[in-house]
């Protein structure tokens, strides 16, 4: 590996780790909108971000947030410098991570990853994998004529930001259901919902989306309902949730799409 000439824990999200993970996860793939929209907390004072510089470059950096249930972080946007891949560096950025979780007092620490390879040598295991759900109306269905209520998310001053994917989200109201849907290059994503999986559908209806996709946990019930109602569910294997625990007695919730890092 080549030489890192400095390794630093920092409150917050620095302009080198924001410019590095802004291209990492944006520019490169084609997406985002703005630093700001999509990681709106990243100057929160729990934050933390490991840096790896060389001569004052930033080659190398992963975020670390605390998760909604207490002692746990959740770690994101971990990246390495195109020039500087295959190198050593993200074993390296890790082990930096693993001791900022155990420093802050976290007792176990979350990740979501679709190359789970990359993290079990930094003593990650995974615990479940998600699964990816393309949602159609029936042909036959008409479109639901309920009136909905509809407003942007989200909300200025909250802790949650558009998902990388996304460009735009928002919220469809009913008095039966609520559905906060992002709008990305795949259409609608489902990100959080109340109510029954049929109200909520039909909220989805009435905003004019006859097709969107959700993120489910392997035992939620969601998808089968939807499909017992006469709608169309295409499932394919999502992203694999890994955890590393400081405790191994300790058990941790899942984080629901929504509030994840």
Same mark, same amino acid.
């Given at each position: 590996?080549?030489?890192?000439?400095?390794?630093?824990i920092?409150?917050g999200?620095?302009?080198?780790?924001?410019d590095?993970?802004w291209q990492?996860?944006?520019?490169?793939?084609?997406r985002?909108?703005t630093?700001?929209?999509?990681?709106?907390w990243?100057?929160?004072?729990?934050?933390?971000?490991?840096?790896?510089?060389?001569?004052?470059?930033v #080659?190398?950096?992963?975020?670390m947030?605390?998760?909604p249930?207490?002692?746990i =972080?959740?770690?994101g946007y971990?990246?390495?410098?195109?020039?500087?891949?295959?190198?050593?560096i993200?074993r390296?950025?890790?082990? =930096?991570?693993n001791?900022?979780?155990?420093?802050?007092?976290?007792?176990?620490a979350?990740?979501?990853?679709?190359?789970?390879?990359?993290?079990?040598?930094?003593g990650?295991?995974?615990?479940?994998r998600?699964?990816?759900?393309?949602?159609r109306?029936?042909?036959?269905?008409a479109?639901?004529?309920?009136? #909905?209520?509809?407003?942007?998310?989200?909300?200025?001053?909250?802790a949650n930001?558009?998902?990388?994917?996304?460009?735009?989200?928002?919220?469809?109201s009913?008095d039966?259901?609520?559905?906060?849907?992002?709008?990305?290059?795949?259409?609608?994503?489902?990100?959080?919902?109340?109510?029954?999986?049929?109200?909520?559908?039909?909220?989805?209806s009435?905003a004019?989306?006859?097709?969107?996709?959700?993120?489910?946990t392997? =035992?939620?019930?969601?998808?089968?309902?939807?499909?017992?109602?006469?709608? #169309?569910a295409?499932?394919?294997?999502?992203?694999?949730?890994?955890v590393?625990?400081?405790?191994?007695?300790?058990?941790p919730?899942?984080?629901s799409?929504?509030?994840?890092?």
């Open positions: 590996m080549s030489a890192v000439s400095s390794l630093q920092e409150q999200v620095s302009s080198g780790a924001r590095l993970i990492s996860f944006f520019v490169d793939a084609g985002g909108t630093f700001e929209r999509h990681l709106p990243y100057r929160n004072v729990n934050v933390r971000t490991a840096v790896l510089l060389d001569d004052g470059k #080659i190398a950096t992963a975020v947030r605390p998760a249930q207490a002692g =972080a959740m770690i971990v990246c390495v410098d195109r020039s500087r891949r295959g190198q050593g993200g390296t950025l890790m082990e =930096a991570m001791n900022a979780v155990g420093e802050q007092g976290f007792l176990a979350l990740l979501w990853t679709t190359k789970p390879e990359v993290y079990t040598g930094s990650y295991a995974i615990v479940s998600d699964r990816f759900v393309l949602v109306s029936p042909a036959s269905r479109v639901d004529q309920e009136s #909905i209520l509809v407003q942007n998310w989200p909300d200025a001053g909250v930001g558009l998902p990388a994917f996304a460009t735009s989200a928002s919220r469809y009913s039966r259901a609520m559905a906060v849907c992002a709008r990305g290059m795949r259409g609608i994503t489902l990100l959080d919902w109340e109510g029954k999986p049929g109200d909520v559908a039909a909220v989805l009435a004019g989306h006859a097709e969107w996709s959700v993120n489910l392997a =035992a939620d019930p969601f998808a089968a309902e939807l499909s017992s109602r006469g709608y #169309i295409v499932e394919s294997p999502g992203a694999f949730t890994m590393r625990c400081q405790d191994a007695n300790f058990i919730h899942n984080v799409q929504i509030d994840r890092i």
